[in-house]
């Protein structure tokens, strides 16, 4: 099982970017995927997940609004679209991915069984 994470870099405040992750677990529609994200000196945190299937999206307070999550079945990726951009946002954002999270775990990123290797955003004032 692979996750590629891609498309970080570095933005102006209130400025977009998109990231992705490329899965290879299969079949990708049953898996749920998260993004994560982990600031220096602080812990991992859960920015955003969809459920498998295309199901229902869920996401921290700090990003709602802000940032949507989606997926491509046909593509075995997930996506991230960060817009209104703020330097509190800059971080290594990881992809996981789980094919038996519950709905009250997914936010946990120690049920999620795969991971990413990350990708660095960086928002400038």
């Known amino acids: 099982v692979q996750l590629q994470a891609f498309g970080g870099g570095l933005v102006q405040a209130g400025g977009s970017l998109r990231v992705s992750c490329a899965a290879s677990?299969?079949?990708?529609?049953?898996?749920?995927m998260g993004w994560f994200r982990q600031a220096p000196g602080k812990e991992r945190e859960f920015v955003a997940a969809?459920?498998?299937?295309?199901?229902?999206?869920h996401y921290a307070d700090s990003v709602k609004g802000r940032f949507t999550i989606s997926r491509d079945n046909a593509k075995n990726t997930v996506y991230l679209q960060m817009n209104n951009l703020k330097p509190e946002d800059t971080a290594i954002y990881y992809c996981?991915?789980?094919?038996?999270?519950?709905?009250?775990?997914?936010?946990?990123?120690?049920?999620?069984?795969?991971w990413g290797q990350g990708t660095q955003v960086t928002v400038s004032s």
């Open positions: 996981a991915a789980d094919m038996g999270i519950i709905l009250s775990s997914i936010r946990d990123a120690r049920r999620y069984a795969y």
């Open positions: 677990v299969h079949p990708f529609s049953s898996y749920t």
């Open positions: 969809i459920r498998r299937s295309g199901g229902s999206t």
